[in-house]
């Protein structure tokens, strides 16, 4: 068994949802925050047959669309002294940020 984890924005999320739920794909849903702009995103959690990873990941593909987003407060200091970043900066989010691992065992108890 896979466990996708998809970071997605919270816009695709409804749809998302929506669909993997029609092709009987479980989902967990969680608040996120993304670390770079500090602002809310969603992050799911798919456990599903290794054979089914593409599929759920045709489904994210389909729903989940790339956004320009303009930066223009500078974000809080992150260890980047000296860096200078000149605002406003575009920065394009998305589609979605997706990573597989392996689940060493699944149980419902
Ligand atoms: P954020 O960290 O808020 O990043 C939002 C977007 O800002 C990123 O979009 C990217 O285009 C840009 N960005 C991120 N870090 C940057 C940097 N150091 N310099 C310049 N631009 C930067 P995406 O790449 O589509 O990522 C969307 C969200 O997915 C991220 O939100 C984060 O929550 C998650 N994510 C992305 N890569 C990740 C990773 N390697 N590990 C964990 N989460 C990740």
Known sequence: MKLVIAVVQDEDVNELMGKLLK???SATKLASTGGFLREGNTTLFVGVE???VDDVITVIRDVC???NQTLTTPI???GSAGVFI???IDVTVGG???FVIDVDR???V
């Open 23 to 25: 092709k009987r794909y």
């Open 106 to 108: 699944f149980e419902k």
């Open 50 to 52: 290794e054979e089914k």
């Open 76 to 78: 809080p200091p992150t």
């Open 86 to 88: 000149p605002y406003p």
């Open 65 to 67: 669309k790339s956004r």
């Open 96 to 98: 979605a940020t997706v």
